[in-house]
């Protein structure tokens, strides 16, 4: 199976090694939490999820999905799959497009880790934001779709969907960026990087006055999106585990990195005849979402961009940390665990334009 294809429902494999579980206890949980006719599940794993595994889960009755946190010892607040569902669970009843959630099991006895369960949604998933099983005069449909997504999210108010509580009100990135630095420095079997270490001094002494909050999903990518099966239009948005209350603007610029990422790093589309692809500019892209969330433009544009690729250069050095222990859940982590020190050379480039940019 290609890691392009784009059929969801096709992109599992057998349950891996590390992460079997005893799914005669997960049935008994089943019909006692989620469909009394359940009967016995057959159980596969997805690629992706290279955080938290993630099941397709195949009942007489229906097919749903299983998150979990993954085996093993894991650094403090990560793979908090509790927080995932809560999170989809207000969104869903606030007709926002995420799969509707279960039932959450906090039980370690029924499978070995806390987990929960939602429908799995039909669709198509993209992996790569060039959208190549798309035709390309259909790609920019596809494109404002994902930013009209992303901006609906950001005009949510947490409060009104019971998340006031979701996370913390203000100083978003000094927080943000002192836990990634900190995750960083405490995994030391992953070892150090110069350009880490330099950005992890330089971003909290260059974050840009004013402040804001909204819904953050902290990891809003293509791949991250189920589509409907013919249409340019989101169905439901995957992968929360890294959701909080949170800076707008991190999280938008975190999802339109890919323009400023190479093809070697989450198929990054810096150097593509964007044009010629058919895909939208990065200045009509950053536009779109300014328009759609009521603002001039965004300034600062390049710490923000600086500081995601420093936040996800440290999470690929936990999944690099996760790798070197034994426990980490994707097939990929070794070639994401690659890009730690590309990634974070990319991240010292951006600060060095910011800087430029600031005179």
């Known amino acids: 199976m290609k890691r392009d294809d784009c059929a969801l429902a096709q992109d599992v494999e ?26 016995t599940p057959q159980v596969s794993q997805f690629r992706g999820g290279q955080s938290n595994p993630t099941y ?10 299983l998150r979990r946190k993954p085996p093993g010892d894991l650094l403090k607040g ?8 809560r999170v989809l669970a207000a969104l869903h009843k606030a007709a926002f497009p995420v799969p509707r959630v279960h039932a959450l099991c906090l039980d370690r006895d029924v499978i070995g880790t806390e987990f929960y369960v939602m429908d799995r949604v039909e669709g198509r998933v993209f992996w790569n934001p060039r959208l190549p099983e798309v035709a390309a005069p259909q790609r920019a449909a596809y494109c404002d779709a994902m930013n009209e997504t992303i901006a609906r ?19 978003y990135f000094e927080r943000q ?4 630095s900190g995750q960083y420095r405490d995994d030391a079997l992953a070892g150090r990087d110069p350009n880490m270490d330099r950005l992890a001094e330089w971003l909290p002494q260059h974050v840009p006055a004013g402040d804001e909050t909204a819904i953050s999903h ?5 791949d991250n999106m189920i589509f409907h099966p013919t249409e340019p239009r989101v169905l439901a948005v995957l992968d929360w585990e890294l959701s909080t209350l949170g800076h707008p603007l991190a999280d938008f610029s975190y999802h339109a990195m890919m323009y400023r ?16 692809l058919g895909l939208t500019s990065e200045a009509d892209y950053v536009a779109a979402y300014a328009r759609r969330t009521g603002r001039d433009g965004i300034p600062n544009y390049a710490f923000y961009i600086a500081f995601n690729m420093f936040r996800l250069a440290a999470i690929l050095h936990g999944i690099k940390g996760r790798l070197l222990r034994g426990t980490a859940s994707s097939a990929r982590a070794v070639d994401m665990a690659k890009n730690v020190e590309p990634l974070a050379q990319l991240a ?6 910011a800087m430029r940019e600031a005179g």
């Open 218 to 222: 902290g990891d809003f990518r293509c």
């Open 153 to 171: 999210l950001h005009g949510i108010d947490p409060a009104a969907i019971g998340l006031a509580d979701y996370g913390r009100t203000g100083g």
């Open 78 to 85: 990560a793979h908090a799959v509790d927080r995932e569902h």
């Open 14 to 39: 057998p349950v891996r090694e590390a992460f079997r579980f005893d799914e005669r206890r997960l049935a008994q949980w089943l019909r006692a939490n989620v469909d009394e006719q359940a009967g």
């Open 348 to 353: 010292w480039q951006q600060a060095e334009l």
């Open 56 to 65: 397709r889960v195949d009942t007489a009755r229906g097919s749903y999905v």
């Open 177 to 180: 960026i002192a836990r990634w």
């Open 261 to 276: 990422l190479p093809p070697s790093i989450m198929h990054g589309l810096l150097g593509e005849d964007l044009a010629l």
